[in-house]
């Protein structure tokens, strides 16, 4: 009986857990905020580009890679990128809350962007 008892006790300690996992795995809210503008540069006024500003909303989150267009639409690290912190100057990298990242697409019309980190990977769709 006793035998039976901690059995129990046992199988109840490993649902918790298993289930405490699995919540703390789940973590669907993106971590970063991403912003596209589209804008006209002064010497092409007959082209679109864009402007996509990535801000991160979680400190050290490194960002290891941004996918645009499913690399299929010739856009895929075409653009110019300026971060908010002087001293990270490429992809990857670690920022933390509120600083930001601002990628300028000349000449490509962004519709899809995967945002690949270390704490899980978001796609945005505009």
Not at 54 to 80: A, P, Q
Request: aromatic share 10%.
């Amino acid at each position: 009986m006793r035998t039976n008892k901690m059995i129990n006790i046992l199988k109840s300690l490993i649902t918790i857990t298993l289930i405490a996992l699995l919540f703390s795995a789940c973590d669907s809210e993106p971590q970063v905020q991403v912003e596209l503008q589209p804008f006209r540069n002064t010497n092409y006024p007959q082209y679109i580009h864009h402007r996509l500003i990535v801000t991160v909303l979680k400190d050290n989150l490194e960002i290891k890679d941004i996918v645009v267009n499913d690399k299929s639409e010739g856009c895929d690290h075409k653009g110019y990128i300026n971060f908010s912190d002087s001293k990270v100057n490429k992809l990857p990298a670690i920022l933390n809350s509120y600083q930001f990242m601002t990628i300028t697409f000349l000449g490509c019309r962004v519709k899809k962007v995967d945002i690949l980190t270390n704490q899980g990977d978001w796609s945005f769709e505009f």
